[in-house]
């Protein structure tokens, strides 16, 4: 079983419209709700796979009872920690030539008896999990040191624990030694404070994120593929993708696939690769099943091309 921990998850509200005009009432052809954050994307994918899931989750108000309600018809099971606030709903404009125009909101401060709460309900719920993904921001409220208070906790309980999360929280929980982190490129750049520039340069970082105290770091590269560097070594995966429809999730849909391929080792890395590469041939947010997946499409090998310069058009 994989726990997901998404502390500031959202209600995400999609309208289509034809476009954007500041100042202006633009009427939306199309709308549609889906239950959103890091952690729940990666319960996805995880049920997706036909893998067991459960997302531990902060919900208030008439948002949370809607996010609870859409898990529960895609077959999610939600640890719901019940708060005061109303959860956040967040809102993107997709404009008909393809453009996403994003709107974030803070979402609700947790008091300390919800903090509590959250803490406890992990904890209940992480007996018997292979692997809790602890994923996205923190809300206000929360300490930047409370994923890495997770981590200690996890690890005295003898549970592994991946972290997908960025800035100071990132930093911080490092020390305790996650199991994995699993930063973007703009993620990993933001960590070591310095720009990124080639695959090598990526290798470097992820490194240096070891020597912080991550035991292993998956570096997702966008286009670029994928990176595993561990006690073991540097191993690099890419996949053939025949047409990108949408990145959104990718980054989730990695991590999943890392973790119920095991979570260790090239093979995790090649899972991982398979789920991103299958992720953006996907529209939308969709997650993939099995039948989407490609094995065959995946290259996985401990010669990362470290000049590889990121970000340029794949020839
Ligand atoms: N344009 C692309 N072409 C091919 N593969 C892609 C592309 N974008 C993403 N991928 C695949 O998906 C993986 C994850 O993507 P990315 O690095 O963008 O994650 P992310 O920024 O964490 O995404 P998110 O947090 O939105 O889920 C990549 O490592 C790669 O395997
Ligand atoms: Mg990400």
Avoid at 26 to 31: D, M, S
Avoid at 46 to 52: I, Q
Wanted: glycine residues 12%; aromatic residues 2%.
């Amino acid at each position: 079983m994989i726990l997901t921990v998404t502390p500031n998850p959202s209600l995400d509200r999609t309208y289509e419209i034809p476009s954007l005009d500041r100042g202006e009432v633009v009427r939306a052809t199309g709308e549609r709700m889906d239950p959103g954050g890091k952690g729940v994307n990666v319960s996805r994918a995880v049920a997706a796979a036909g893998r067991r899931t459960v997302a531990v989750l902060p919900l208030g108000g008439a948002p949370g009872a809607v996010i609870e309600e859409l898990l529960a018809a895609q077959g999610i099971e939600v640890a719901p920690v019940p708060i005061a606030g109303d959860t956040r709903s967040n809102i993107a404009l997709a404009e008909s030539d393809g453009v996403l125009t994003k709107i974030n909101a803070p979402g609700p401060e947790l008091t300390g008896q919800e903090q509590e709460l959250l803490l406890d309900t992990v904890r209940r719920q992480s007996r018997g999990a292979d692997w809790i993904a602890c994923c996205g921001s923190l809300p206000r409220g929360l300490s930047p040191s409370w994923y890495a208070d997770l981590v200690a906790r996890a690890h005295a309980a003898g549970v592994r624990i991946a972290l997908d999360t960025s800035g100071p929280a990132l930093l911080e929980a490092l020390r305790e030694g996650p199991d994995v982190v699993k930063p973007n490129a703009e993620e990993l750049a933001e960590a070591v404070g310095r720009p990124l520039m080639t695959v090598g340069d990526a290798v470097k970082a992820a490194e240096e994120l070891r020597g912080l105290g991550a035991r292993a770091v998956l570096a997702s590269l966008g286009a670029d593929g994928q990176l595993l560097v561990d006690g073991a070594g540097v191993w690099y995966g890419s996949a053939r993708v025949d047409m990108v429809r949408s990145n959104v999730g990718a980054g989730d849909s990695s991590l999943a696939g890392f973790l119920i391929a095991g979570g260790i080792g090239p093979e995790a890395l090649s899972s991982a690769v398979a789920h991103g590469a299958a992720a953006v041939q996907l529209p939308g947010s969709l997650m993939p099943t099995p039948v989407h997946l490609d094995p065959a499409a995946v290259t996985v090998t401990p010669d990362a091309p470290v000049d590889r310069v990121l970000g340029e058009p794949v020839s």
